[in-house]
DNA sequence: GCTTGACCTTCCAGTCACTGGAAAGTGTAG
DNA sequence: CTACACTTTCCAGTGACTGGAAGGTCAAGC
């Protein structure tokens, strides 16, 4: 099957299973005009990508859990590893994230937002006092 | 003042207060060596970008949000509306890191972790099973 | 005066994970 | 035969820095 083909398949577009290939993340097959052709199973490996990407894998990771993926004598222990140290990972963020609402909410709940220049939220910003 | 001295005053690496320079984001006088030369007003600008780059607004928001903290007519409703939309931002992207660990943790919840090569958490990612 | 080391300058390249676009070849429907 | 969609490769750009090389400047200590 063609790229585009693939593309739909597994819901990457054409130029990412491109850079895949590029950095040898997945290798394709090749039809004689020199077109790409992918297997079913090498659709697999791109839905693989697409759904480990999706869930905040970095492509090194992705390559690390695919190869996983290819070992039938993995052990679940060593996937299991891998996930929650993300799992790790997406939490911090969360709390970071968290605190940057948090304090964006507070500026902007003291501020008018009307036509005079006085704004808390500038005010904040400057660090003129405490924005935490 | 140097640019070692505004750096520890504001909080920015000197290479990211002369990358700012670069993109025309706020330009510092020089001394007669050729060093460049910050007043505490650049500094006070400094450490607006540390604070606004910190609080998620991107490199073009706070390039906005310093003209408006130069303009001294500015309208509050201005700086308001631009961090609201900040703050929907942010809120979708918890959303987004909310969902990612949901499903993750899921997946991590069912899986074993011994040295088995069954495993959940790659069948979650192959997407036989629906992941969400 | 000389050396050492910290600081400063510019410029170029690399990061991450794509994405856009150009130029050219291929396949298919009418 | 033509139109058009699809494919190929290659090069460059994104955002926001960051690292490093090569060289200039400055202050302290000997």
Chains 1, 2 share one sequence.
Request: glycine letters at 8%; one cysteine or more.
């Amino acid at each position: 099957m063609n790229i585009g083909n693939a593309s739909q398949r597994s819901g990457l577009p054409p130029k990412t299973i491109r850079y895949y290939e590029d950095i040898g993340l997945l290798k394709a097959g090749r039809a004689d005009n020199g077109y790409r052709d992918y297997s079913m199973d090498d659709v697999h490996r791109l839905r693989f990508l697409q759904r480990s990407r999706g869930l905040g894998f970095s492509v090194e990771e992705c390559r690390q859990l695919l190869s996983l993926y290819d070992d039938k004598e993995r052990e679940s222990a060593v996937v299991k590893a891998i996930a929650e140290a993300k799992l790790v990972e997406i939490d911090r963020k969360l709390a970071e994230l968290i605190g940057l609402r948090d304090t964006l909410r507070h500026l902007v709940h003291n501020c008018h937002g009307d036509s005079r220049p006085e704004c808390p939220i500038m005010d904040g910003l400057a660090g003129d006092d405490a924005v935490q």
